[in-house]
């Protein structure tokens, strides 16, 4: 199984929709394995968004994504990091498929509800960013046997 990492930002939080948000992931049989609120400082968001660092745009992101704390979410399953990114939709909200996180609740670029990470690599490295060790949690899902067969875990 692998874990990912998500991340429900500010306007997840401030829409009042981070219940409909996380249940989606949980209705599709996605194990939650470490959830909690963090504020993102300065050397955090530098790090995580190192790629877009140096675009004219980034003091903007900066503000969007401090304007309030964050929820971070480390999430199990089979090809999970594929599988959430699947749920969440392309980065412009505008152009997400509807039934998406982002084509559903998105009419923007910044403002598009989750980040998730974009690959088994990216993944191991934004979860160390955000969690210790401790703070994932290694226990037994009980309906396992319902969201898979038996060979495909
Ligand atoms: P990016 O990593 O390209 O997309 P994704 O979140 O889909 O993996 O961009 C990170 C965030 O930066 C994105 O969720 C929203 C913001 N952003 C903009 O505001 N404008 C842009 O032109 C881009 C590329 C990203």
Do not use: C, W
Not at 80 to 100: F, I, M, S, W, Y
Not at 103 to 116: F, K, L, P, R, T
Not at 143 to 149: E, G, H, I, N, R
């Amino acid at each position: 199984m692998q874990i990912t990492l998500v991340i429900l930002k500010p306007s997840a939080i401030q829409r009042g929709i981070l219940g409909e948000v996380i249940s989606r992931f949980e209705k599709k049989g996605i194990q939650i394995v470490g959830l909690k609120m963090v504020h993102l400082t300065d050397k955090i968001l530098a790090e995580h968004y190192a790629h877009l660092f140096n675009k004219p745009f980034y003091g903007r992101i900066k503000d969007s994504m401090q304007a309030s704390p964050v929820v971070v979410m480390a999430l199990k399953g089979v090809d999970v990091v594929h599988v959430v990114r699947k749920l969440t939709g392309v980065t412009n909200g505008r152009d997400a498929e509807p039934g998406t996180i982002r084509g559903d609740y998105s009419m923007s670029v910044q403002e598009n509800i989750v980040h998730a990470s974009d690959s088994p690599e990216t993944a191991a490295v934004e979860l160390k960013r955000f969690f210790s060790d401790s703070e994932i949690f290694d226990y037994a899902s009980h309906l396992t046997p319902y969201f898979y067969a038996n060979d495909e875990r």
